[in-house]
């Protein structure tokens, strides 16, 4: 079986130090957290940063410190979020794809989100492959119910985007399709032949789905983004323990751990 990547996603659009006092949010800290997770064997970063006061945000200016204070830590793959809600205007989301980070998200339709959206109608799905095209960008599909699977072949149909497709299966949000094993087949069955995908799930779910992807031969998000927790009732150190927690697992399962370089190579990164 390929090489198992395992994706750390440090901080996330949400939760703040009220939820968990080591929770990454200054470029400085994310990038100290990224480079431990990195030592502990995640070879890609879901990036997420915030702006002083704390909140989600699209600029480029913050992403590009948090981007060159990784850099100095270690060669994961950069991956940015470019994720939002109807607040916030495509051209905001999308703007710091200029960076040409090696990776970014791109969210294959719009779906709810506890009390607010993942907003991605198709124009903005066309203009975010298009301009991840430009820049040279590997796109990340977001499918968070198996529309989105749907969604993603019509932009190969129109030529927009390349197969293979790389896929990033999220299960148990408030508002996606619910965890379960059942749903995590259902969904890797209606991938398009060839593709590669990783997933990532909520709260307690992450560590037996997680199992789960490492046995189908998919790949592995995990980190304070998905779930702040080691155990039940128990908050994990860092994202580095959860890392660390997935690399054991997989040796176990007798699946090796992809470098970052290794995990170039699966994601077709040029
Ligand atoms: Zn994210």
Redesign the pocket.
């Known amino acids: 079986m390929e090489k198992l990547i395992i994706t750390v996603?440090p901080t996330?659009?949400k939760a703040t130090k009220k939820h968990h006092p080591r929770l990454p949010m200054t470029p400085a800290e994310i990038a100290d957290e990224v480079g431990l997770a990195c030592q502990a064997g995640a070879s890609v970063v879901?990036l997420?940063v915030r702006d002083e006061q704390g909140h989600d945000s699209h600029a480029p200016e913050i992403f590009k410190e948090a981007i060159e204070l990784i850099r100095q830590r270690c060669d994961i793959i950069i991956q940015i979020?470019t994720?939002g809600g109807i607040r916030e205007t495509m051209e905001e989301r999308l703007a710091p794809l200029a960076l040409q980070p090696e990776m970014a998200?791109l969210i294959a339709g719009t779906v709810n989100f506890q009390d607010e959206v993942f907003y991605s109608p198709k124009p903005y799905m066309e203009l975010a492959a298009r301009k991840m095209r430009e820049y040279g960008v590997q796109p990340e599909l977001d499918a968070m119910e198996l529309g989105a699977i749907t969604n993603a072949q019509a932009l190969v149909e129109q030529g927009i985007l390349s197969t293979p497709l790389h896929f990033n299966l999220l299960f148990g949000l408030p508002g996606s399709i619910p965890a379960s094993p059942k749903n995590v087949l259902t969904m890797v069955e209606a991938l398009p032949a060839g593709s590669t995908w990783q997933l990532s799930a909520a709260g307690v779910w992450e560590l037996p789905l997680a199992t789960l992807a490492i046995l189908l031969g998919g790949h592995v998000r995990v980190g304070f983004?998905d779930n702040l927790y080691y155990r039940r009732g128990a908050k994990a150190d860092s994202n580095a323990q959860l890392v660390e927690r997935i690399v054991r697992l997989s040796r176990e399962l007798e699946r090796e751990v992809a470098t970052p370089t290794e995990a170039r190579k699966i994601l077709r990164i040029r």
């Open positions: 996603a996330g659009k879901h997420h979020s994720s998200t983004e």
